[in-house]
């Protein structure tokens, strides 16, 4: 029998060409087994276009489980996603079932292939009034004003939102144009305003996130990024290392790394850390035992980073307190 990788019933916006803008997948399914994957095996491999009607059997013969009932009531066709593996991205529709894969914390970051996401993601204006071809704007916003109202626009990007798509259980994002789709919200997490999350990248939860996780970057429960501190993705500037930090981790204000961190780390406020950084280890006694560059140091825990403020020299000794966040503002997204 074929295998299922994942699967999703999706809603979709299509362009003056009929091409799909974007996709709604309100249910997806990772790796089905059972009745839901026979379900799943209803429809042909790769992206296809079914009536409501259709799926509503597949949908009964799972007791409801394949799609929320509103999906069927739509009165337009819908765009099925059968993905037998979990191969590069091959069009738009499949782009958006992987990004809801992450968002609904179906899988964790850096564990699909995203190849080709970049080239299979139409650039769009993401409005009030929904995904509209750039192209396309100028005519939209007169039209708009012609009939007495106001478009308004948000961006002009490949990825939307990640809370139009999906607005996952027990977080707090206090500006919601600042966590792309496909960006993983993991339960306990609240991201301030300045905080940023980019696709494929996440907070396993709970955080406090107010400064900015990457594309690839990782961080473990307990761990908080300060007010726009940053981590090193691997999208440009050429870095192939994954950055990820432990739990109980603090990156103060305005500080950031390039080196994937252990856990009970402290980068000290404005202090940033890359891979090339001269480091000045010391021991208990705070004499210097070797220097060595950052690199050297990846993945090591209990590392506490701060900087000499008379020579500027930065000094990696035994961090003696982690840090642990603030219950009262986590326990209860």
């Known amino acids: 029998m074929s295998d299922v990788f994942a699967f999703g019933v999706g809603l979709a916006h299509t362009g003056s060409t009929g091409a799909i803008l974007d996709c ?11 009745d839901h994957k026979d379900a799943a095996l209803r429809f042909s491999p790769g992206t296809t276009t079914v009536q409501p009607g259709e ?28 993905l037998s593996a979990d191969d590069a991205i091959a069009d738009t529709a499949s782009a958006y079932l992987k990004l809801h894969l992450l968002s609904h914390r179906l899988t964790l970051p850096n564990t699909m292939n995203l190849d080709g996401i970049f080239a299979h993601l139409p650039n769009l ?9 750039v192209d396309a704007l100028n005519d939209a916003v007169i039209a708009a004003r012609a009939r007495g109202s106001h478009l308004e626009i948000m961006s002009v990007d490949k990825f939307p939102k990640m809370v139009n798509y999906v607005v996952p259980p027990g977080v707090r994002i206090a500006d919601a144009s600042r966590i792309r789709l ?19 990248a996440g907070a396993l939860g709970p955080n406090m996130v107010e400064g900015r996780i990457s594309q690839g970057v990782v961080i473990a429960g307990g761990t908080d990024l300060g007010g726009s501190a940053s981590t090193m993705g691997t999208l ?14 603090l990156v103060g204000a305005n500080a950031g790394t390039g080196i994937p961190l252990g856990d009970r780390c402290t980068i000290e406020a404005g202090l940033y ?27 090591g825990s209990d590392m506490l980073f701060i900087r000499n403020s008379q020579t500027g020299q ?8 982690a840090i642990a966040l603030n219950d009262t503002l986590h326990a209860h997204n």
């Open 24 to 34: 709604l997948f309100p249910q997806p399914l990772l790796r089905p087994e059972g």
């Open 55 to 82: 799926i509503a059997v597949a949908n009964d013969a799972v007791d409801g489980q394949l799609v929320p009932a509103a999906l069927l009531e739509v009165d337009q066709p819908l765009t099925v996603v059968n």
């Open 125 to 133: 204006a993401w409005t009030s009034a929904g995904p509209i071809e």
């Open 182 to 200: 496909g960006a993983y919200l993991g339960d306990g997490t609240t991201v301030m305003h300045e905080g940023f999350v980019n696709f494929n």
């Open 236 to 249: 440009s500037g050429g870095g192939e290392i994954t950055i990820t930090l432990g739990e109980n981790c």
């Open 273 to 299: 850390i890359t891979a090339g950084t001269v480091v000045s280890v010391v021991d208990e006694t705070g004499d210097e035992v070797r220097k060595a560059k950052a690199r050297e140091l990846a993945g």
């Open 314 to 321: 930065v000094i990696c000794r035994t961090n003696r307190r």
